[in-house]
DNA sequence: AAATACCTCAACCGCATTAGC
DNA sequence: CGCTAATGCGGTTGAGGTATT
């Protein structure tokens, strides 16, 4: 499509009607709505115009663009008179004017690479998008977060199992360090790397998991009993929930998809599938246990790495900002179901049970502060994020054992420091990218803790709004208060993308720098969590 | 036929990063 | 070095459409 073509294209449309719809749901402000009138606009001053596109505002856009190019987006007022800001200008181009968009649905081909580029960068649009020529991350997004939504509610895997099998060879030898089984995962391997020993319970934990006969998937389970509970619990924790209700109205789709449904195994997004997570069909798939283990969302939130390869692991550059985290929080976004699934894994019927992983986790013993950095402002969120889990998962009860056995605050401070290794061996590695996903840097150095103290008081991480107040949260022990400053504008650690972007207790084997990763942030769990159990 | 539930997707928002001064 | 503007990105919203009851 070229130029002329978007605006004959804009221009029918605007005649044929296509826009009425956009129009009446425009944004404007009322009297430049009256100035600008359906299909054009007067620009200049005033207000700058919200909403739908016209017809005409593309058409001005368009010529724009051709005649001065792209970029310089907030010029395109000034000199065409569009009452857009630049923002919403670049918006439409990129998403609907440039003229190698390629219009129409996903092939069957595009949807494969999207479920493969998804399982390697998790919800990182913009690249995705790069790799599938005329397709906009607005749209692989909006595809994700539908389509791929909706299989999910269904039950069905998300990831092909071609898909998963080829991930899964793809990572077998990285996995070795790693595949999360409990061999495989001991510690000793990331303990040869430095002299941290990490706590093996999480790894006995998955035994003791497997050991499981049976957890009831979902979709055994009384509605009520899934969205009735503990609303106690935050939703924070609805991205880790799909809403399982049936889906009413099968679509497309999810026939499309039902060649998936023997795959059980979930790469990044691995937690997406809880639906139809069964204990049987995660034991299908040998070697695939731990990560796919259905009962053990908790564990899954330290362990999504390995399969997945996750966000990390997968292609080795582990640049995901938000691997398996961020991934299943896009996948069940809190807010299209927020009445559902509050906390409903705290219960006996929860098919996520839980919290053991956590517990283990927490009365290891191994963990000791090696060094003493007092001012280690990364240190809490994790823990938040942990104690946060293992409120949600278990309920309140693990609070006693989580005081009995986390560190001081001041020895969390100290492991911080082995953030700072971390960090230049990455920066030695050269690679802005480190295999924890979206910097491994700004997760080690730069993280904080926010709302340490309130495993109750914790605030929804779908929430938006509530940025500001995390940042504010009253975080700390620390000292520092330009770090701490520095540390708030980081992202949230108490999200669930932190807690991936460490790539807990996932393998990457290429990088064992993430060991320092995972011994922080245990670390961080033992020790904060002292000043946030109530 | 009406009400309801759910889906789609364009566009917005806020934040982070980068560039320019 | 700090400030500001521009740009980019990911998450979220909400109107309208469609399917279901």
Same mark, same amino acid.
């Given at each position: 499509?070229?130029?002329?073509?978007?605006?004959?294209?804009?221009?029918?449309?605007?005649?044929?009607?296509?826009?009425?719809?956009?129009?009446?749901?425009?944004?404007?402000?009322?009297?430049?709505?009256?100035? /600008?009138?359906?299909?054009?606009?007067? $620009?200049?001053?005033?207000?700058?115009?919200?909403?739908?596109?016209?017809?005409?505002?593309?058409?001005?856009? %368009?010529?724009?663009?051709?005649?001065?190019?792209?970029?310089?987006?907030?010029? %395109?007022?000034?000199? !065409?008179?569009?009452?857009?800001?630049?923002?919403? +200008?670049?918006?439409?181009?990129?998403?609907?004017?440039?003229?190698?968009?390629?219009?129409?649905?996903?092939?069957?081909?595009?949807?494969?690479?999207?479920?493969?580029?998804?399982?390697?960068?998790?919800?990182?649009?913009?690249?995705?998008?790069?790799?599938?020529?005329?397709?906009?991350?607005?749209?692989?997004?909006?595809?994700?977060?539908?389509?791929?939504?909706?299989?999910?509610?269904?039950?069905?895997?998300?990831?092909?199992?071609?898909? +998963?099998?080829?991930?899964?060879?793809?990572?077998?030898?990285?996995?070795?360090?790693?595949?999360?089984?409990?061999?495989?995962? #001991?510690?000793?391997?990331?303990?040869?790397?430095?002299?941290?020993?990490?706590?093996? %319970?999480?790894?006995?934990?998955?035994?003791?998991? #497997?050991?499981?006969?049976?957890?009831?998937?979902?979709?055994?389970?009384?509605?009520?009993?899934?969205?009735?509970?503990?609303?106690?619990?935050?939703?924070?924790?609805?991205?880790?929930?799909?809403?399982?209700?049936?889906?009413?109205?099968?679509?497309?789709?999810?026939?499309?998809?039902?060649?998936?449904?023997? +795959?059980?195994?979930?790469?990044?997004?691995?937690?997406?599938?809880?639906?139809?997570?069964?204990?049987?069909?995660?034991?299908?798939?040998?070697?695939?246990?731990?990560?796919?283990?259905?009962?053990?969302?908790?564990?899954?939130?330290?362990?999504?790495?390995?399969?997945?390869?996750?966000?990390?692991?997968?292609? $080795?550059?582990?640049?995901?900002?938000?691997?398996?985290?961020?991934?299943?929080?896009?996948?069940?976004?809190? =807010?299209?179901?927020?009445?559902?699934?509050?906390?409903?894994? @705290?219960?006996?019927?929860?098919?996520?049970?839980?919290?053991?992983? /956590?517990?283990?986790?927490?009365?290891?013993?191994?963990?000791?502060?090696?060094?003493?950095?007092?001012?280690?402002?990364? !240190?809490?969120?994790?823990?938040?994020?942990?104690?946060?889990?293992?409120?949600? =998962?278990?309920?309140?009860?693990?609070?006693?054992?989580?005081?009995?056995?986390?560190?001081?605050?001041?020895? %969390?401070?100290?492991?911080?420091?082995?953030?700072?290794?971390?960090? &230049?061996?990455?920066?030695?590695?050269?690679?802005?990218?480190?295999? =924890?996903?979206?910097?491994?840097?700004? /997760?080690?150095?730069?993280?904080?803790?926010?709302?340490?103290?309130?495993?109750?008081?914790?605030?929804? &991480?779908? &929430?938006?709004?509530? #940025?500001?107040?995390?940042?504010?949260?009253?975080?700390?022990?620390?000292?520092?208060?330009?770090?701490?400053?520095?540390?708030?504008?980081?992202?949230?650690?108490?999200?669930?993308?932190?807690?991936?972007?460490?790539?807990?207790?996932?393998?990457?084997?290429?990088?064992?720098?993430?060991?320092?990763?995972?011994?922080?942030?245990? @670390?961080?769990?033992?020790?904060?969590?002292?000043?946030?159990?109530?």
């Amino acid at each position: 499509m070229n130029l002329q073509s978007c605006i004959l294209t804009a221009m029918s449309s605007m005649t044929s009607g296509g826009d009425t719809r956009k129009i009446s749901k425009g944004r404007w402000s009322s009297s430049l709505d009256e100035k /600008v009138g359906v299909g054009g606009n007067v $620009g200049g001053e005033g207000p700058l115009k919200k909403g739908p596109w016209t017809a005409a505002e593309d058409a001005i856009l %368009v010529e724009y663009v051709k005649k001065h190019g792209q970029g310089n987006w907030n010029a %395109v007022q000034k000199h !065409s008179g569009l009452a857009r800001c630049g923002k919403s +200008c670049r918006l439409r181009w990129a998403n609907h004017l440039r003229p190698d968009l390629k219009k129409g649905a996903f092939t069957a081909e595009e949807e494969n690479q999207i479920l493969e580029l998804h399982a390697k960068m998790g919800n990182k649009w913009a690249r995705m998008a790069a790799e599938l020529p005329g397709r906009t991350d607005n749209e692989i997004k909006n595809y994700w977060n539908t389509r791929i939504k909706r299989m999910q509610r269904a039950g069905l895997p998300i990831y092909p199992e071609e898909l +998963c099998q080829r991930i899964l060879n793809g990572n077998q030898e990285s996995q070795n360090v790693g595949t999360m089984t409990n061999e495989a995962c #001991h510690h000793d391997d990331l303990s040869q790397t430095n002299n941290f020993d990490i706590p093996d %319970v999480e790894f006995k934990n998955f035994k003791f998991r #497997h050991g499981l006969p049976h957890v009831p998937s979902i979709f055994d389970m009384p509605e009520s009993s899934l969205f009735d509970q503990s609303s106690d619990s935050s939703h924070s924790y609805n991205f880790l929930f799909p809403t399982m209700r049936p889906t009413k109205r099968p679509r497309e789709s999810e026939m499309l998809y039902d060649s998936f449904g023997s +795959c059980s195994i979930n790469a990044a997004p691995l937690f997406d599938q809880y639906g139809n997570y069964t204990f049987e069909k995660i034991s299908d798939h040998p070697g695939l246990s731990l990560p796919c283990d259905p009962v053990l969302n908790t564990t899954d939130q330290f362990h999504g790495d390995n399969l997945t390869g996750s966000h990390a692991a997968l292609n $080795g550059n582990a640049s995901a900002s938000v691997p398996i985290f961020g991934a299943m929080k896009l996948e069940l976004p809190s =807010l299209q179901y927020p009445e559902t699934q509050h906390g409903s894994w @705290g219960t006996p019927m929860s098919p996520l049970p839980s919290l053991e992983s /956590v517990d283990t986790l927490i009365q290891s013993p191994t963990l000791e502060p090696i060094l003493s950095d007092p001012i280690s402002p990364q !240190s809490s969120g994790l823990l938040e994020a942990i104690v946060y889990n293992s409120k949600s =998962l278990k309920g309140s009860n693990n609070d006693l054992l989580l005081q009995e056995t986390i560190a001081t605050a001041n020895e %969390v401070a100290n492991i911080s420091t082995l953030n700072h290794s971390f960090q &230049t061996e990455w920066d030695e590695l050269g690679d802005p990218n480190s295999p =924890l996903g979206q910097s491994a840097a700004s /997760v080690l150095t730069d993280y904080t803790p926010v709302r340490m103290c309130s495993v109750d008081g914790y605030q929804s &991480t779908e &929430t938006s709004q509530d #940025h500001d107040d995390k940042h504010e949260a009253p975080t700390t022990q620390f000292p520092d208060s330009s770090s701490k400053k520095k540390i708030l504008k980081q992202v949230d650690y108490t999200q669930p993308d932190a807690l991936l972007d460490l790539g807990w207790f996932g393998n990457n084997t290429k990088y064992e720098s993430d060991q320092f990763v995972q011994q922080d942030a245990l @670390g961080a769990l033992f020790g904060d969590n002292c000043q946030h159990q109530p």
